[in-house]
């Protein structure tokens, strides 16, 4: 069983900056892909950034430039960030953290229809 939990979020006005967390924990496949999928009211799941265990980074061109991702783990730990600067009212979702047993798919777009887990999400909400 593996265990997300995701941290961070808030409101905040367009233009400022918001950082999520994910601590996933259990049993890990050992080179897992990591990421961040968001989901708005009405609107479909969209994969927002993901992370491979080589480093490798892959985000969505409505991010690409103002988000980051991060991950570093300990043990059967691994942490997972997103950074998120320039923040628009378009941004506002809840953001999941999800994990794949497998590297990372090239169709980031589906990371949350792909992932094996994923957490109960946190809020973001930007304000015009």
């Known amino acids: 069983l593996v265990e997300l939990v995701e941290s961070g979020g808030g409101s905040v006005q367009a233009g400022g900056s918001l950082r999520v967390s994910c601590v996933a924990s259990?049993?890990?496949?050992?080179?897992?892909?990591m990421g961040w999928f968001r989901q708005a009211p009405g609107k479909q799941r969209e994969g927002v950034a993901a992370?491979?265990?080589?480093?490798?980074?892959?985000?969505a061109e409505s991010v690409q430039g103002r988000f980051t991702i991060s991950k570093d783990s300990d043990k059967n730990i691994r942490h997972l960030h997103l950074q998120m600067n320039d923040l628009k009212p378009e941004d506002t979702a809840t953001y999941y953290c999800?994990?794949?047993?497998?590297?990372?798919?090239?169709?980031?777009?589906?990371?949350?229809?792909?992932?094996?887990?994923w957490g109960q999400g946190t809020q973001v909400t930007v304000s015009s």
């Open positions: 259990g049993y890990i496949y050992s080179t897992p892909c």
């Open positions: 999800g994990l794949v047993n497998s590297q990372c798919s090239d169709y980031l777009g589906y990371f949350g229809d792909y992932s094996n887990y």
């Open positions: 992370i491979d265990s080589s480093g490798t980074i892959q985000y």
